[in-house]
């Protein structure tokens, strides 16, 4: 039997990520932030809530996990790269994600493990050991759902889980094929993944006449803008639609089974946004693609079901889907149904994956894979549209060609409601756009908020590090005004605005 150890240290802390989809993925490095840009980082609206829903958790513990997981996320790269190939996995322990566990195979790495602030676990078997015996797992088995719908590795307990509808038929091919009976677990299930297939991520597009799926994440490929979803939306030369059906696109690129990811060129009536729909009207800025721990909080969005929230399970996961096999996806406990596939997964304002399939729903519950955005930007020669490649420097005309101008200062802490402590009404559907303009230095934060009949509601949020916002927001007619908010720093301020 494998031998597992927990060394328990006085305080412990955890880490941070945010994943859920179907598909292969390639390992990619994962780089500490800088502790600066970790403090900057904010839940966007409607994550906190979906946090409480899907993980019933309170908002002081929503809070508290986000907090965790950002301050012990920079720790897990740190251990990885000193631990080597004795690095057994990490992942994140507690409801609020207080303790991070990471698992070597030499009790010689005790003392750092515990000198970083993780809680150390012995294991028998590395992660590069149990990446192997997948392998070996995913060539035994043919690729039928009754025979393993779903194979993944399970760092929590150093072996490789198989999903199966019969137990018995399974370990006796797993055993004639020479697999470690002792290094893998055969678990009954009747889990049968299926794919959810039925420029901003979340959004809905359609293929042909009938078919629908999500928008994943804006990328471009030099001069060439367009978006990644599922492979299994649609095949190369097929065309798209947008949401409001005007033409769209042409799919450039599309893998199915195997992986499960595709990129679609979009014309020029479509711009890339860094943006992800939050379910609550609003969007999420994307800043990067940094790859998240497991355990760590994850949400997705999709056009049937829209914001949902859970955790990252298991890595490297195979899911024999009716059509085929599909290798190195994301595990979460993320719900999802027909339409969502190809949706974006984000940890914060990280990019995880797009979704693939997974079984259950949204009512009852269930599980959803994603395919991890780093092979599909790889595989095609792609750079994910993020807020930092389409943000102008401040003194560089950030705000021209806005109509309305408004001014003020700010103190730390304080935040104001533009115009003029008043609203502004829109009469038709069409674009809302902000530009807030503030001293070097300071941390100025744009939120765009619109009358719902009974309170205030935010559709739109910019709030990066920087003093300079900027908002642009397609919305139906009511009534909407700005909020000008200072995290850090006193300043005056400028903000210009235009309305449909």
């Known amino acids: 039997m494998s031998r597992r150890h927990v060394i328990t240290t006085g305080c412990v802390l955890a880490i941070t990520a945010l994943t859920l989809t179907a598909a292969p993925a390639i390992a990619q490095p994962r780089t500490a932030e800088p502790p600066a840009a970790v403090a900057a980082r904010k839940p966007p609206p409607g994550m906190l809530e979906a946090l409480q829903r899907d993980l019933g958790l309170t908002r002081e513990e929503a809070e508290t996990?986000?907090?965790?997981?950002?301050?012990?996320?920079?720790?897990?790269?740190?251990?990885?790269?000193?631990?080597?190939?004795?690095?057994?996995?990490?992942?994140?322990?507690?409801?609020?994600?207080?303790?991070?566990?990471?698992?070597?195979?030499?009790?010689?790495?005790?003392?750092?493990?515990?000198?970083?602030?993780?809680?150390?676990?012995?294991?028998t078997r590395s992660l590069a050991d149990l990446q192997a015996i997948k392998k070996h797992v995913d060539h035994a088995l043919p690729s039928r759902q009754e025979t393993g719908s779903v194979r993944y590795i399970d760092t929590k307990i150093n072996k490789v889980v198989v999903l199966s509808t019969a137990v018995t038929t399974t370990t006796n091919i797993l055993e004639n094929a020479g697999v470690d009976p002792v290094a893998v677990r055969v678990v009954s299930s009747d889990e049968r993944p299926r794919p959810l297939s039925d420029v901003v991520g979340g959004e809905a597009y359609y293929i042909g006449s009938?078919?629908?799926?999500?928008?994943?994440?804006?990328?471009?490929?030099?001069?060439?803008?367009g978006f990644v979803s599922a492979g299994h939306c649609g095949k190369a030369g097929a065309t798209t639609t947008g949401v409001n059906r005007a033409a769209q696109g042409v799919f450039q690129g599309s893998t199915f089974p195997g992986s499960d990811f595709a990129w679609v060129a979009v014309n020029a009536d479509w711009t890339p946004k860094p943006l992800v729909k939050n379910g609550s009207g609003g969007t999420v800025t994307v800043a990067g693609s940094r790859v998240a721990i497991e355990g760590a909080s994850v949400c997705r969005s999709g056009s049937t079901t829209g914001w949902h929230c859970g955790t990252i399970q298991q890595r490297d996961t195979s899911v024999?889907?009716?059509?085929?096999?599909?290798?190195?996806?994301?595990?979460?406990?993320?719900?999802?149904?027909?339409?969502?596939?190809?949706?974006?997964?984000?940890?914060?304002?990280?990019?995880?994956?797009?979704?693939?399939?997974?079984?259950?729903?949204?009512?009852?519950?269930?599980?959803?894979?994603?395919?991890?955005?780093?092979?599909?930007?790889?595989?095609?020669?792609?750079?994910l549209v993020t807020d930092s490649t389409t943000h102008t420097p401040p003194g560089a005309?950030?705000?021209?060609?806005?109509?309305?101008?408004?001014?003020?200062?700010?103190?730390?802490?304080?935040?104001?409601?533009?115009?003029?402590?008043?609203?502004?009404?829109?009469?038709?559907?069409?674009?809302?756009?902000?530009?807030?303009?503030?001293?070097?230095?300071?941390?100025?934060?744009?939120?765009?908020?619109?009358?719902?009949?009974?309170?205030?509601?935010?559709?739109?949020?910019?709030?990066?590090?920087?003093?300079?916002?900027?908002?642009?927001?397609?919305?139906?007619?009511?009534?909407?005004?700005?909020?000008?908010?200072?995290?850090?720093?006193?300043?005056?301020?400028?903000?210009?605005?235009?309305?449909?």
């Open 65 to 123: 996990r986000l907090r965790n997981e950002a301050r012990l996320t920079p720790i897990e790269a740190q251990l990885r790269g000193q631990l080597g190939s004795r690095f057994g996995g990490a992942w994140f322990a507690g409801s609020i994600a207080q303790t991070l566990v990471v698992a070597t195979t030499s009790a010689a790495d005790i003392p750092v493990i515990v000198a970083a602030g993780a809680r150390a676990e012995i294991v």
């Open 210 to 225: 009938s078919s629908r799926c999500s928008i994943g994440f804006s990328v471009t490929r030099g001069t060439q803008n």
């Open 320 to 383: 024999n889907y009716p059509q085929g096999e599909v290798s190195e996806v994301t595990r979460t406990n993320v719900c999802a149904e027909p339409g969502d596939s190809g949706g974006s997964f984000i940890s914060i304002d990280q990019a995880q994956g797009v979704t693939s399939g997974g079984s259950g729903d949204c009512t009852s519950g269930g599980v959803t894979y994603f395919q991890p955005i780093g092979e599909i930007l790889t595989t095609y020669g792609l750079t």
């Open 397 to 500: 005309g950030t705000c021209t060609g806005y109509p309305q101008t408004v001014t003020g200062t700010l103190n730390s802490g304080q935040s104001a409601y533009q115009p003029n402590n008043r609203h502004y009404r829109s009469t038709v559907t069409g674009v809302h756009a902000g530009c807030l303009d503030a001293n070097d230095g300071v941390d100025f934060d744009l939120y765009l908020q619109k009358w719902n009949g009974r309170n205030w509601s935010v559709v739109a949020t910019a709030d990066s590090p920087r003093p300079d916002e900027k908002i642009s927001y397609t919305g139906t007619p009511g009534y909407y005004r700005y909020r000008v908010l200072s995290s850090n720093g006193s300043s005056p301020y400028t903000l210009k605005y235009k309305t449909p």
